[in-house]
T-cell receptor, first 114, second 113 residues
Framework: AQSVAQPEDQVNVAEGNPLTVKCTYS??????LFWYVQYPNRGLQFLLK??????LVKGSYGFEAEFNKSQTSFHLKKPSALVSDSALYFC????????????FGAGTRLFVKA | DTAVSQTPKYLVTQMGNDKSIKCEQN?????MYWYKQDSKKFLKIMFS???????INETVPNRFSPKSPDKAHLNLHINSLELGDSAVYFC????????????FGQGTRLTVV
């Protein structure tokens, strides 16, 4: 079965430190990979995506993600965390075989302490 | 201009009532979705319409019925509301066949009392 795993319910990091939010997937083929962020009482906002090419993808608000095909991972990273980055982050995968369904992970809550 | 808009933002209603949530997108996308986010923030797809045709219909009670009058609108009607229906419902849209990301509405927080 196709799935997306975000192994950490919550990630805590001090402001100014680097952050990583982990994501692994189990989807056949070469799927499209996405990260979304959800702030309180808001909808999901797109951060970045991997389609093909360079394994390091840069996105909004200084975030980047590294695609690792052998480990089927797509970890979200930021070199220096801000308190305002505190939010819920979702990894998502869409098969590139023309399917309609995007599979979301369970979400990871990021808490950045001042 | 809001890309994907849902109304209402909040909905409080009694058990047994029937209610509707409306969604409109102005992005020209051909596919729209309804997601349910439960109290643990888990996001689950409910329905998807592509060019007004139902293409995804997950295991959802028959009390939930989506309707897509045109490509830009996808409404969700819920009959005989139950306490367990309380959640945040998100509408989203995307352009299938491309690698474009999905755009989400602000969500409708449904509370059944």
């Amino acid at each position: 079965a196709q799935s997306v795993a975000q192994p950490e319910d919550q990630v805590n990091v001090a402001e100014g430190n680097p952050l990583t939010v982990k994501c692994t997937y189990s989807v056949s083929g070469n799927p499209y990979l996405f990260w979304y962020v959800q702030y309180p009482n808001r909808g999901l906002q797109f951060l970045l995506k991997y389609i093909t090419g360079d394994n390091l993808v840069k996105g909004s608000y200084g975030f980047e993600a590294e695609f690792n095909k052998s480990q089927t991972s797509f970890h979200l990273k930021k070199p220096s965390a801000l308190v305002s980055d505190s939010a819920l982050y979702f990894c998502a995968v869409r098969p590139n075989t023309g399917g309609f369904k995007t599979i979301f992970g369970a979400g990871t809550r990021l808490f950045v302490k001042a | 201009d809001t890309a994907v808009s849902q109304t209402p933002k909040y909905l409080v209603t009694q058990m047994g009532n029937d209610k509707s949530i409306k969604c409109e997108q102005n992005l020209g996308h051909d596919t729209m979705y309804w997601y349910k986010q439960d109290s643990k923030k888990f996001l689950k797809i409910m329905f998807s319409y592509n060019n007004k045709e139902l293409i995804i219909n997950e295991t959802v009670p028959n009390r939930f019925s989506p309707k897509s009058p045109d490509k830009a609108h996808l409404n969700l009607h819920i009959n005989s509301l139950e306490l367990g229906d309380s959640a945040v419902y998100f509408c989203a849209s995307s352009q299938v066949g491309t690698h474009t990301e999905a755009f989400f509405g602000q969500g409708t927080r449904l509370t059944v009392v």
